[in-house]
């Protein structure tokens, strides 16, 4: 006979179909097999972590359910699509606000902003999302977004901004390599957990190798 699934996993079952549904012909680079990534992502880092795991599971899978870069620039409808689905799977008030809080903090956002929500579980999440953002996957990624923005690839005359407020961040339209400085291989020094912290250093190095050959293309040395 067929092991009944738990109500843990029916809660990963339902959120996975929600997030799934929701992301249907999302942009490749915040996609479902984003969230994918970031959710085994953080399934490695939170062994070695004292978490909880179903805010970890449920922040991670619904941290880019509507990412404001493709709802101009409004923050607030993540958190509340997040919230209408939570509150359908009988889990307490405390856990729901806690994975919206989570929401609401992952984000890089220039990197300048002030955070005033910290928990072990965001801090997980964090360096999930994160390292998705760097290494071979963080290129593809960073690549296809300034493709589909229609950004210039390289232009020596236009230098990385490292001062950007989070609303000059957001409006940027730099060229993509500007973003491996403006945040890429700013993510590195940024790392939360020991176990975030020894992946990253190895997908940095891959970036700054990637780098290193791209401006020996560009200039003709190679």
Do not use: C
Not at 37 to 54: D, F, W
Not at 71 to 91: C, M, R, V, Y
């Amino acid at each position: 006979m067929p092991k009944k699934p738990s109500a843990f996993d029916i809660l990963i079952t339902n959120t996975t179909a929600f997030v799934r549904q929701e992301l249907n012909g999302a942009e490749a680079g915040h996609d479902w097999f984003h969230v994918q990534r970031v959710y085994k992502n953080a399934l490695l880092i939170s062994k070695n972590e004292n978490v909880n795991k179903t805010i970890v599971v449920l922040g991670a899978l619904l941290h880019d359910i509507a990412d404001s870069k493709f709802h101009d620039g409004d923050e607030s409808i993540g958190p509340i699509k997040a919230n209408a689905f939570l509150q359908t799977q009988g889990l307490s008030q405390e856990t729901i606000t806690h994975v919206i809080k989570i929401i609401e903090n992952v984000s890089f956002k220039g990197g300048n902003t002030i955070k005033t929500f910290h928990s072990k579980e965001l801090k997980v999440i964090q360096d999930a999302d994160r390292l998705d953002a760097i290494g071979a996957i963080g290129i593809a990624r960073t690549f296809n977004y300034g493709g589909f923005k229609n950004r210039a690839i390289y232009n020596p005359s236009i230098k990385p901004n490292l001062n950007m407020s989070a609303a000059q961040y957001k409006a940027s339209d730099a060229p993509t390599i500007n973003h491996f400085y403006e945040k890429l291989l700013l993510l590195k020094d940024k790392m939360n957990t020991p176990s975030g912290k020894k992946i990253a250093q190895e997908r940095h190095e891959f970036m700054e190798k990637f780098l290193e050959q791209f401006y020996q293309e560009w200039s003709g040395e190679k």
